[in-house]
């Protein structure tokens, strides 16, 4: 179809929740997308941070495939063997005890929710606890997840929401205190904020966190969906930290661009939920569970997290010497190949600028934020061609 009558046409038909960038975008190969007039693009979106592996990774591909031919759904209430050998790969990756599969973040955040005031329940504290999440999180946007989503943009046109959440300021240990008290039955935040700007937890928070959880059996739920999968330098970013969370959510990248997420749990709060108290239809089903198991498998074979490490350095070094070289850059923050710069100026003429003059892909967060989650395989050569054109960019709308 030619461009401008599929914009046309998608502008019919698809519900006005996203104000897009006039591309169509019709295949991609290793960290390269094509539009349908056949110009590449350089990909540092991924998918918003999902396709880890880019797009056709030896093997990955083939793997789903083979499923499709298979078998690619089952009930729940039957076993399948992808679910079981996706399943054993998350829990060695993370040392969790439990994982529960889902079909997207939004519900992974759900099940971990749920846990939190099921396990609370069974404390005997009945249902009137309080959680305690984060101002400019993000956890998604179904009622439950936008619950403890703490933005007011998101919030208020929904209201209301789930009852008895309360927000603290991220990264400010004393603003989790005075919050709490005898109801306080868990805390729900991502272990580096992603659409709020990139910004890491703090060791300080995380551990500070994570005690005062431990003096009030209160579950610590951390948000991985975005900053997991290897991005931050770690499997999970926690792990980078010398924490562990009672609950903790995945998707995104877990599944290289095949919609699965999951929920996993640990200790006393991998049985607080019983038969019966939750469940999905679609969710953990053969064919996507072959898609992670293989991401999985990818991950250890090709050491994916050791590369992350190495590029992300590389990254770090080259956005550092942009951020001395031009006024209008601010700040730089993030941790392995989930990096962000903050302007002084809005960052939608460069975003812009970026795709349709440089063939670029980039998002940001926020409305000053450039966020920085490329295919995890990207090489040197790909962050200097990056940087190239997003100077031409740059250079091109702040005046
Ligand atoms: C993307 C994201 C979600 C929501 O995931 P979906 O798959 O879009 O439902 C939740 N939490 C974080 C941190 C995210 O980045």
């Not at 404390?123 to 936008?146: C, N, P, Q, W």
């Not at 969906?225 to 969370?245: E, H, L, N, T």
Request: with cysteine.
């Amino acid at each position: 179809m030619e461009k401008q009558k599929a914009i046309a046409e998608a502008e019919k038909v698809l519900y006005k929740v996203y104000n897009r960038f006039p591309v169509v975008f019709d295949s991609g190969k290793g960290v390269k997308l094509y539009d349908t007039d056949g110009v590449e693009y350089l990909d540092f979106c991924a998918g918003i941070a999902v396709m880890g592996l880019g797009y056709d990774y030896p093997g990955f591909n083939d793997a789903v495939k083979a499923q499709i031919d298979k078998v690619y759904h089952l009930s729940n209430y039957f076993y399948n063997e992808p679910s079981i050998e996706a399943g054993e790969k998350l829990l060695k990756a993370s040392g969790m005890d439990k994982v529960f599969f889902t079909n997207s973040g939004t519900e992974a955040i759900e099940g971990a929710l749920k846990i939190a005031k099921r396990y609370a329940y069974n404390k005997g504290m009945g249902t009137d606890y309080e959680m305690i999440a984060m101002k400019h999180s993000f956890h998604g946007r179904s009622l439950g997840a936008l619950s403890v989503t703490g933005n007011d943009h998101y919030q208020i046109p929904f209201a209301p929401l789930i009852p008895n959440i309360k927000f603290a300021d991220f990264n400010d240990l004393d603003s989790v205190k005075a919050l709490w008290n005898d109801k306080t039955c868990a805390v729900i935040m991502e272990t580096i904020q992603g659409e709020g700007g990139i910004y890491p937890a703090t060791e300080e928070f995380i551990k500070g966190v994570r005690a005062l959880c431990d003096r009030s059996d209160a579950l610590l739920i951390l948000d991985e969906i975005q900053c997991g999968m290897g991005r931050s330098g770690s499997m999970f970013a926690w792990q980078g930290y010398g924490v562990k969370p009672d609950v903790m959510t995945t998707a995104k990248a877990l599944g290289n661009g095949v919609p699965i997420g999951a929920f996993l749990a640990a200790g006393k709060a991998a049985m607080a939920m019983e038969p019966g108290d939750h469940g999905t239809t679609y969710g953990g089903n053969p064919l996507v569970c072959a898609a992670a198991s293989k991401v999985l498998d990818i991950f250890e074979q090709d050491h994916i997290v050791d590369h992350v490490n190495e590029i992300g350095a590389y990254l770090w070094k080259k956005l550092d010497e942009l951020k001395e070289k031009y006024d209008c850059i601010a700040d730089h923050r993030g941790k392995g190949l989930i990096q962000g710069l903050e302007f002084t100026v809005p960052v939608g003429p460069i975003v812009s600028s970026a795709l349709l003059e440089q063939k670029l892909v980039l998002i940001s967060a926020g409305s000053n934020i450039i966020r920085f989650v490329p295919p995890l395989v990207i090489g040197e050569a790909d962050v200097d061609e990056m940087v190239k054109r997003l100077e031409a960019a740059i250079t091109e709308t702040v005046k």
